[in-house]
């Protein structure tokens, strides 16, 4: 084989481009990503690799020359977007495996090795982050992910059962988590570090504690000219403080951030005052307690604010995940062993976040240029994605010759919420 990592990634740049903004809309389970599925099962086709895909809907590309899948080294990432994402957010680790595993192949490099391609890691259609990965490692009960909905009040039990897989099968997958003996994510930077680095490929120290609630605002739906200003209880106007008040809060706590990027006025129209109105709320900090007693104020400001409009606001917890310090001895092997390749922090979650409660776990980071992630001007030069790609395989290579003995700790996820008083 001799594809470019920007070769195989010119192959699906017109799949699931977003008409609002440009870059890419490929929500979990649309058209769109089940054609980037097909692409990805084809791939690994071609290079003799046995593809499977599981009762999670994980698809697993599998080189196991001794016909045991015991003892893996497996990489892989996601192919599912934000709304109007870059086009390397998750699809650059899943491009750069196939070429890593091309490079083993050519060097002769034995040991069981597989790419995993997870599943909604970006919550984007059923709101909770790295559904695949939480499922298989139970990081999250089926009974709750098949709960979930989409804003179309599609559950996920449904869309999975479209899409072949079987609701009842779903649920954790520890003979997957015990097979692995290493799991490392090559992901494009969602930052500027590497560029103000002067490096191509970085290798990740922690994730960012990170978590998403949703901010109910009830108040009284009501005609736009006939409802004078002193008789409204406009729960969008209570939304609109409340978002200034989230940037205020988040500014005056050091290291957070705070982001409302989504908002959903009920029934929406030009001429009705919105009866109640949805807020997303995520926030993020490496203290896992600063993130919850952060959040802990926005709701109570959140209380104050909607009282004040004479609305009433719940907040609810969907998705949380604390920070994840990845293992020194391993990320300080990777590093020594890609030419001292520098080591740094993401504030970005990923599924390798997920994985590093069960299995030794480490991230690669390749350079991208304008450090902007999330919306299209996100960017890895073709150099630059080579060299990520060697990397990952120097990495897969050292870790299949001499597998890493890092004790793991689950890691911790909560779910469910907790109305505002
Ligand atoms: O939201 C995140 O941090 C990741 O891109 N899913
Ligand atoms: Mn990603
Ligand atoms: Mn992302």
Redesign the pocket.
């Known amino acids: 084989m001799t594809d470019t990592v920007a070769g195989l990634l010119d192959e699906i740049a017109d799949i699931g481009r977003d008409p609002a903004r440009g870059g890419y809309s490929r929500p979990v389970h649309s058209d769109a990503e089940h054609t980037l599925r097909e692409w990805f099962r084809g791939h690994a086709a071609r290079r003799g690799l046995d593809v499977r895909t599981d009762h999670n809907g994980t698809i697993w590309a599998w080189h196991a020359p001794s016909g045991s899948r015991d003892g893996a080294a497996v990489t892989g990432s996601?192919l599912d977007?934000?709304p109007g994402?870059g086009a390397y957010?998750?699809p650059l680790g899943i491009a750069s495996a196939l070429v890593a595993f091309d490079q083993l192949a050519a060097r002769g490099v034995g040991g069981t090795r597989a790419i995993a391609v997870f599943g909604e890691?970006?919550g984007s259609r059923f709101g909770v982050a790295c559904l695949g990965s939480r499922l298989a490692t139970g990081a999250i009960t089926p009974e709750r992910a098949l709960a979930l909905k989409d804003t179309d009040g599609l559950t996920y039990a449904e869309v999975a059962a479209r899409s072949g897989l079987d609701p009842e099968r779903m649920g954790p997958d520890p003979d997957a988590i015990a097979r692995m003996k290493a799991f490392v994510e090559l992901h494009v930077e969602?930052g500027r570090g590497l560029v103000d680095l002067g490096r191509p490929v970085g290798v990740a120290t922690s994730i960012l504690g990170h978590g998403r609630w949703r901010i109910s605002i009830q108040g009284e739906g009501n005609h736009a000219g006939t409802t004078l200003m002193a008789d409204r209880r406009d729960p969008m106007v209570a939304a609109g403080r409340l978002i200034a008040a989230v940037r205020d809060l988040a500014r005056a706590e050091p290291g957070a951030r705070a982001t409302v990027g989504r908002l959903q006025p009920v029934p929406g129209g030009t001429n009705v005052i919105a009866s109640t109105v949805d807020v997303w709320l995520d926030v993020r900090h490496p203290d896992d307690t600063v993130t919850a007693s952060l959040v802990a104020r926005i709701g109570e400001e959140a209380a104050e604010l909607a009282t004040d409009e004479g609305c009433t606001a719940t907040l609810t917890e969907e998705s949380l995940s604390g920070t994840v310090d990845f293992d020194a001895a391993l990320r300080d092997r990777l590093s020594a062993h890609l030419g001292d390749a520098p080591q740094l922090p993401t504030g970005?979650?990923h599924d390798a976040g997920v994985l590093a409660g069960r299995v030794p776990t480490a991230m690669l980071f390749t350079r991208n240029p304008t450090g902007v992630?999330?919306a299209p001007e996100e960017l890895c030069e073709d150099a630059d994605a080579e060299a990520g790609a060697a990397a990952l395989a120097d990495g897969l290579e050292l870790l299949a010759a001499d597998p890493p003995t890092v004790p793991t700790a689950p890691d911790t996820d909560t779910t469910g919420g907790c109305p505002l008083v």
Do not use: K, N
């Open positions: 996601h977007s934000v994402g957010d998750g890691e970006e969602q970005a979650g992630s999330h």
